[in-house]
């Protein structure tokens, strides 16, 4: 969307070229009051609350890092750290796989074919995770669909057992996570010069050579910004493997639950949850080192 | 050869990507009407009964009707706050603008589980949880992003020469605003609206941390009802929620047309004035 163009530094922030430079960068009009209503909600019911969860990370039982300490100390919790970046990372590899040529096939495809592509990507971000995971339930369960027709046909004689392990956990979330693939990745390949893959093939490489070497690689920026959003949005999941996974494909965010609903250890669960806030936010810096990542939310839905 | 080829590849590719979206979806549907208590499949017969057994447990009325009112509570808070932040960051000056940005934006990203535990210590201190109003303030903040997307989008479409017309006929900055600005932006407001309202009317993750005894919205009900005992009436109550999702992107869907066939009736007034 073209959002990107008014946000960000363009527009207001261009003439502040002037000698008062940071006058002009402090000055307040009458719409800019506007932005305050929602900075203070904001403030009061957002960044108030992450700032007492890491406060309470800190000192709640008592003040210094023992929550910390604990989280590398116990095996369980480092399996399940261990287990979260596996998970995270398979998903981000489907993902990516199946996502490439998905946005491909947007920038190829006639104009009514890519609203089409692009609403079907779209449908896993707006309808509710639950109802979605609760459905995987019922096609890959041992008495559910896919396992019923596979032995009706006689493909398989035993149920093939999905759920409750890792490959039904990386097939639900894939599903949730394509999104923030082929967004990105679609972003970039739009602007791409078309001219460039054609004076490729005009100064004598085959299609395919202008493909493999002129195209993929101008689309890497979208290609690793949707991959580090992915792992991002991936590593803080908690419907989908609590309902397709077993104990032993436990995330990090499963573990916070547990551990404020069952144990009632706050301060613990809030150190967990400060080492994934703190990862989310070294990966997004990352991230918008290839792409200008205001652009990108602002143009996901 | 090659080029068919590929092309005939990708088609497949997207279909299956598509299938995979879909299917998994369109399965609750026949599900939640099939004479099976065990949800079998392919499903057998044909029965209202498990929507009638909904119809018989009023925790589930209950749990509907609050999230119902904490969606449509957050989803006007939201257009509001949200609105009125787009109209700044489109037509304002204000500084500290890549910070203030992050702020709006981060709702988007840290992980629910985070936003879940936070607020939940946050309100904890002051009593709102398992309150609508704590559920709406926090479900505001998730839902908020959306409106100012929308908003930013539909501000940067309207075209300035009509609010200059309006101004140089003798309107004042107010009554050109509500006269000129306002109606050329109320649908992607109502679009904002209601993508916050799916936001709120959807959400789990937060939601668990938030309910209790006093207080259990829908997905929290479905949440728990899933972990005990996999029956048909859960799928029927999908059902439910998932028409309440397509009703709404049913009417976002009708707003665009609708705002599209305006803008090009204006255009062709222009083209025959001009």
């Not at chain 1, 990107?4 to 363009?10: E, L, S």
């Not at chain 2, 709702?107 to 936003?115: D, F, Q």
């Not at chain 2, 709406?136 to 075209?159: E, K, Q, R, S, W």
Request: proline share 6%; with cysteine.
């Amino acid at each position: 969307m073209s959002l990107a163009q008014t946000t960000g530094r363009g527009g207001a922030g261009r003439r502040s070229a002037r000698p008062s430079r940071l006058r002009a960068y402090f000055t307040v009009d009458g719409w800019g009051l506007l932005i305050l209503p929602l900075v203070v909600f904001l403030a009061v019911i957002f960044v108030v609350p992450l700032g007492m969860l890491i406060a309470k990370s800190f000192t709640d039982p008592t003040l210094g890092l023992d929550n910390y300490r604990e989280i590398f100390a116990e095996s369980l919790y480092l399996k399940i750290l261990t287990n979260t970046f596996v998970i995270a990372l398979s998903v981000t590899a489907v993902t990516l796989l199946l996502a490439y040529p998905y946005a491909y096939l947007m920038t190829i495809a006639t104009p009514v074919w890519r609203t089409v592509l692009l609403l079907l990507v779209l449908v896993p971000f707006w309808t509710s995770v639950l109802v979605r995971s609760f459905a995987l339930v019922l096609l890959l369960r041992d008495t559910g669909v896919l396992n019923t027709i596979a032995q009706d046909v006689g493909l398989i004689s035993e149920p093939f057992p999905i759920m409750r392990t890792m490959k039904g956990v990386i097939f639900g979330m894939v599903q949730v996570a394509l999104p923030f693939a082929v967004l990105p990745i679609y972003a970039t390949m739009r602007n791409i010069d078309t001219r460039l893959t054609k004076a490729a093939q005009g100064l004598g490489d085959r299609p395919s050579g202008a493909f493999w070497r002129v195209f993929v690689p101008l689309s890497m920026p979208g290609v690793a910004a949707g991959l580090l959003l992915t792992f991002i949005q991936a590593l803080g999941y908690y419907i989908t493997p609590a309902m397709l996974g077993g104990p032993k494909n436990t995330m990090i965010g499963e573990l916070i639950v547990q551990q404020v609903s069952t144990v009632l250890q706050f301060g613990f669960a809030a150190a967990l949850a400060v080492l994934l806030l703190s990862t989310t936010f070294v990966l997004l810096a990352i991230a918008s080192r290839f792409m200008n990542l205001e652009r990108m939310l602002m143009g996901r839905s | 050869m090659t080029r068919v080829l590929t092309r005939a590849g990708l088609i497949l590719l997207a279909a299956l990507i598509g299938a995979y979206i879909l299917l998994p979806i369109l399965i609750i549907l026949p599900m939640s009407v099939s004479d099976s208590a065990f949800l079998t499949f392919p499903p057998k017969g044909f029965t209202w009964q498990w929507f009638e057994e909904l119809k018989l447990d009023p925790t589930w009325l209950e749990a509907a009707t609050a999230s119902l009112r904490v969606a449509a509570l957050s989803a006007i808070l939201s257009v509001v706050l949200g609105t009125l932040a787009a109209l700044a960051l489109v037509r304002g000056r204000f500084p500290f603008r890549g910070p203030v940005l992050m702020v709006l934006l981060a709702p988007l990203i840290v992980p629910y589980v985070i936003v879940g535990l936070a607020v939940y210590i946050a309100f904890l201190e002051v009593g709102l949880t398992e309150t609508t109003l704590g559920f709406v303030l926090v479900h505001t903040c998730l839902g908020v992003p959306y409106v100012m997307i929308n908003v930013c989008a539909g501000l940067v479409a309207v075209d300035r020469r009509l609010e200059m017309a309006s101004m140089n006929l003798g309107a004042g900055p107010v009554s050109t605003f509500f006269r000129i600005t306002l109606p050329a932006i109320l649908p992607n407001m109502l679009a904002g609206a209601l993508f916050a309202f799916i936001t709120s009317w959807d959400e789990v993750v937060v939601a668990i941390f938030m309910s209790g005894p006093t207080l259990t919205t829908l997905p929290v009900k479905m949440w728990a009802g899933i972990r005990v005992q996999i029956d048909p009436t859960l799928a029927a109550i999908s059902s439910l929620a998932l028409l309440v999702i397509v009703g709404c992107f049913l009417i976002i869907g009708l707003g665009r047309l609708v705002q599209r066939l305006l803008a090009r009736r204006n255009l062709s007034s222009d083209s025959t004035g001009a």
